[in-house]
């Protein structure tokens, strides 16, 4: 008995420390494509997330998913973690809860995509936007929702949910496409493929949009030096994307925007603004599959926006998927390194949609050169590589 008591002492004092340990285990380096656990030891659950920088700590929201392809809809909401360092995340929880009841836009079993946090200095708010998709509508609703919240992990507190621009032309509307207003009846009951097709481009799907709001589905957000904030999103049915300015709390629409890239079937924009310019990835558009990524550069927000072509370079060794597959991920994020100049890390997501909680991440050094730039693929790198 005796013994048995000192083995368990000496297992106790031993092993339990070991285990936490290995669930604590410091990481010194970026592990592109591999599993990424947060301080407990689980990975992280943060997919089509984004990373906002508050005070010294870098908060990362993204999409909480469960098991199976159930995961795909959103049965917890965002999950939030920080981190100091941008290697080691501790679980901050929650930060928005899908609700309970039923009559909630944000109903459990809704879809919540690609949410997104920035900072109002004036309001001293954090708003958080997202693509939403009403319960059992599929993607039709193409919405995007707003939250709010008092510290930077939340909780936040859902406010509305919308489809953008109600009522406005965009910047760069045509003549032509402001007198498609009266064909739109002919639009009624038609249906769209959410991809590339060679028929949406046949109809006037702006003007139909134009009375109740404009289709919403990825999206991202981004503030300039000036403070101005900009939703950036998959509109008319995938077919363009939209940036437009948002009010100056960044809770609503300040009523101007533009389109780019028509009928170009962009999804998953992210923007980073380097050397005063305007840098754009993006994806084509294939549902949960990958495809290669795009890139693209403008002098001002509001364009001209000119596309270059795919970033990416090299091999991911644990999918065998190179460029043409962007690695086997999709864009998400830009981040900006803190403390560093010019150092930005493109995030992407490889998707598991049959078993959405398997989802990896694969964040990258961005190299900027005069008129590109370029994601290199790397198995492991660490802030190093900004130095060189
Ligand atoms: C691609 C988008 O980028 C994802 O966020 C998600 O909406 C899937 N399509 C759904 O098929």
Redesign the pocket.
Known sequence: MKINANIFVLFSAVLTPLCLMAAHEQRAQFLPGQVWPDNKGVHINAH?GGVMLHEGVYYWFGEHKIAGEAGNNAHVGVHCYTSTDLYNWKDAGVALAVSEDPASDITKGCIL??PKVIYNKKTKKFVMWF?LELKSMG?NAARSGVALSDSPAGPYKFLRSLRPDAGVWPVNVTEEQKAALKDIDKLKGKSFSGGPNSETPKYPILARDFTDGQMA??MNLFVDDDGKAYHIFASEENSTLHISLLSDDYQSRAGKYVRLFEHRWH??PALCKYKGRYWMIT?DCT??NPNAARSSVADSIWGPWKELGNPCVGLNPHNKLGPELTFGG?STCILPVAGRKDAFIAMFDIWCPKDAIKGVYVWLPISFEQDRFTITWRDAWDMSVFEK
């Open positions: 089509g995509e690609r693509h993607y589905r990825d999804e998953a994806s549902g949960w999709q």
